[in-house]
């Protein structure tokens, strides 16, 4: 399914449909997985958090969370003592630079115990590092979002992650959008200190990833278009 046209339209028809999904999970000890993927500046995250905050106002409580695959990024340390070390933090954000095998693990604790509260990491951008045990997954979470770039690749290590998924939703939006969103991103982020610094990692890196998103990611279940 191909979801166009308004933002708010489109947020309340995959609201209905995470809904639908979780009256429907087939074991109710287990959270519902819904994943949400992307390509760098896409605006996946705007776009899960939206759906995160009608979930929570329409079933009026707080039953949903964003998962962010942020999280999971290599300390800067742990890239420092790795081979390659200059290739790594020029291309930090590309899926070599995560630790999927610890969001394995996560995303399969917080599925499979749903009736426990499980701490997870997200991402201190003033840091450009993870901040561990900063998001609280209560055991009233019944639905999470699981939200990054890399969560549908077909790649050995992050399969795994996508099979946990009950459905699997895609963002995407034009290039020009993209390329501009990044730009300033990296920017106001304090990455890069000029605009054609940040143009320059967006087209070596940002850009570099987007294609492999494309090129090595499973077929989603619902494609939203950002416009």
């Known amino acids: 399914m191909i979801l166009e046209g308004s933002l708010d339209s489109n947020i309340e028809t995959l609201t209905q449909r995470a809904i639908r999904l979780y009256h429907e999970r087939k074991d109710s000890s287990q959270r519902l997985i819904v994943s949400v993927a992307g390509v760098p500046g896409s605006g996946k995250s705007t776009i899960t958090g939206k759906v995160c905050k009608s979930l929570n106002k329409t079933l009026g409580m707080q039953i949903a969370i964003v998962l962010p695959q942020d999280g999971f990024h290599y300390y800067r340390k742990e890239l420092m003592a790795m081979n390659d070390t200059d290739v790594l933090i020029k291309r930090r954000g590309a899926p070599f630079t995560f630790n999927n095998s610890r969001f394995l693990q996560l995303v399969k604790e917080v599925k499979e115990c749903g009736n426990a509260t499980i701490f997870a990491p997200s991402f201190d951008h003033e840091l450009k590092d993870p901040q561990e045990n900063s998001i609280e997954i209560s055991p009233s979470v019944k639905i999470i979002l699981l939200e990054g770039n890399y969560v549908h690749l077909k790649d050995d290590g992050w399969r795994e992650i996508h099979r946990l998924s009950d459905e699997k939703w895609?963002?995407?939006?034009?290039?020009?959008?993209?390329?501009?969103?990044?730009?300033?991103?990296?920017?106001?982020?304090?990455?890069?200190?000029?605009?054609?610094?940040?143009?320059?990692?967006?087209?070596?890196?940002?850009?570099?990833?987007?294609?492999?998103?494309?090129?090595?990611?499973?077929?989603?279940?619902?494609?939203?278009?950002?416009?």
């Open 170 to 227: 895609l963002v995407l939006a034009d290039l020009d959008t993209i390329k501009h969103r990044l730009v300033q991103r990296h920017i106001s982020a304090g990455i890069c200190s000029t605009i054609d610094e940040s143009v320059s990692r967006v087209e070596s890196n940002d850009l570099v990833n987007a294609n492999y998103i494309v090129d090595h990611s499973v077929q989603p279940d619902i494609i939203f278009m950002n416009q």
